[in-house]
């Protein structure tokens, strides 16, 4: 079976002299990084976590494998994941992005809408773009009131459109 992972950062920048570099959390609990014995590098070069630090709104990490700026500079603008077995419970009615991306969505009358194709993060609340094989976009608020069903048990997303939402 295929490894499903996480994105949990994107490097920024290098952060002094001694390999550490700057992340900018995609996690809603940036204090994860404290939990994690390790991350995978866009998905393929597992890095050990050495150190985590915070400055600001960004995450200071070193890694077991890096000890110079100049090995982390080559890292800028790549992103962080973790694997499956590294998820942590979710409280109810909060979801992991890659589970909600590629599940079918459906109007509460049933009508078929497409899948998720992207979730957009815009601070407090986030934005599903939904398309279909047509060509067709649609982008619904992640708020109750929208969308009042997500089953991802059986990867179907209910939509209550209000008028105008998805003509």
């Known amino acids: 079976m295929k490894m499903k992972y996480l994105r949990v950062g994107k490097i920024a920048s290098t952060h002094g002299i001694k390999g550490a570099v700057k992340v900018f959390p995609t996690t809603d609990y940036p204090e994860r990084f404290e939990e994690l014995k390790y991350v995978y590098l ?13 400055q600001k709104n960004m995450v200071i990490l070193t890694f077991k494998e890096f000890n110079d700026i100049n090995q982390v500079e080559r890292l800028k603008g790549k992103e962080l994941f973790i694997d499956e077995s590294q998820r942590r419970k979710l409280p109810e009615d909060t979801y992991y992005i890659a589970d909600i991306i590629g599940i079918d969505v459906y109007t509460d009358k049933d009508v078929y809408l497409g899948k998720v194709k992207d979730i957009i993060q815009t601070g407090p609340s986030e934005v599903y773009v939904i398309g279909n094989d047509e ?3 649609y982008m619904i608020p992640s708020v109750k009131e929208f969308i009042p069903i997500i089953d991802i048990d059986n990867k179907r997303i209910v939509v209550k459109p209000i008028e105008g939402m998805i003509e």
Not at 43 to 52: A, C, P, S, Y
């Open 135 to 137: 060509g067709k976009e």
């Open 42 to 54: 866009d998905k393929t070069d597992k890095l050990i976590i050495n150190n985590v630090q915070y």
